[in-house]
């Protein structure tokens, strides 16, 4: 078995397709991927993915969920901290939360912070374990 770690834009073009030869490219890979062979997807590549999707490409939350949820079933790809993401995934479709500002709360929950401070009032509300900074 082969782990290829991929980066932000590879994983990007799967999703958006605006560049029709690296899509070619990144379709070519996908397909000469042996039975065992599986795609990595670090935390950092995630958050970056999942920030780019919706800034520049407009997704909204419920898109950013479901498409992190699929990274999470897929066989062919294995997502870094995956009890993390899921457990992101969870907080936001509960409590609201931006996917982003749960995974931070939950990396640094899991990293034995007693809390993690922030500017940001929405954030310091929806996430477990945020504190507003004033």
């Known amino acids: 078995m082969a782990r290829i770690g991929v980066d932000t834009d590879i994983l990007v073009r799967l999703f958006v397709k ?31 993915t999942l920030w780019t999707l919706s800034r520049q490409y407009g997704y909204q939350k419920p898109q950013l969920l479901a498409l992190a949820q699929a990274l999470l079933e897929r066989s062919d790809l294995e997502v870094d901290q995956y009890e993390i993401v899921g457990n992101a995934i969870n907080i936001s479709r509960l409590l609201g939360a931006d996917i982003s500002d749960a995974l931070i709360g939950e ?3 899991l990293s034995d912070c007693a809390h993690t401070l922030t500017f940001d009032a929405k954030a310091a509300t929806t996430v477990p374990g945020m504190e507003l900074l004033a």
Do not use: C, M, W
């Open 18 to 48: 605006d560049d029709v030869r690296q899509f070619a490219s990144v379709a070519r890979l996908v397909n000469t991927l042996k039975d065992d062979d599986v795609f990595f997807i670090n935390i950092v590549v995630l958050i970056e």
């Open 107 to 109: 990396l640094n929950r």
